[in-house]
């Protein structure tokens, strides 16, 4: 890939359009030579349907963030999809942490068992924490007191603690959050994607609402691994 662009259109759709041409005009007409990444609310089938009019279905692949990276950390580790910590086992994992919180004081103490709702936003501010780029309770607590809030770091990072505390007193080693797949693949940068990706000429970027710290460094190796 020699060239990046942006292709700004009224609607998604037409956007989309311009950037599957462009592909197409870059491919080698190879099987699997167009990486497609999308937002998980884009059914690849609308993908599929539009690129008919560019190419031929096999060079086409769609994939979603969760999937590319899945599959470039399992390559890399040969840790299968079984090793990845299920919705059903987070949650768990976060009620579990939760229950072990004896601070009164802390905000998410609770002192019967932890309602669904305190679960619930534990969790999502849980996967907050980790898509921001802090995945372990010192880095949390580092993160937040550089942003000038120390007693907020304090009891986030005790509660991130216990949720790694349980994850490694209930399941094995292998059993990984989505975000330390992430931090993985990062981690092991070009050699990997160019690896497991040789057969891709180009990469193409769907219309996304927003990204992840993450997501967005995924996009910067895609970019630098392709360019």
Known sequence: MTARQV?????????RSAALQWASEISSETPQSVLYVEP???DDGVVADQWDSHGSPIELRCERFRTLVDELY???????????????????????ALTQLNDTDHPLYSADDPAVGLIQQ???LLT??????????EEVEQRLTQEG???????LSRFVELVHEVRADSFTDEKTFRSERFRHVLDAGQPLVESEL???DVVVIGSFQTLSPQERDIIGLLADAFD
């Open 74 to 96: 399992e390559a890399d580790t040969y840790n299968g999809s079984a090793t990845y910590i299920s919705s059903a086992e987070r949650q768990w994992i976060v009620e579990k």
């Open 122 to 124: 534990s969790e999502e």
């Open 7 to 15: 292709f700004s259109r009224p609607t998604s759709s037409d956007g």
């Open 198 to 200: 040789s057969e891709i």
């Open 149 to 155: 809030l120390p007693e907020l770091a304090q009891s």
């Open 40 to 42: 998980s609310s884009v």
């Open 128 to 137: 907050l924490l980790e898509f921001a780029g802090v995945i372990t309770a």
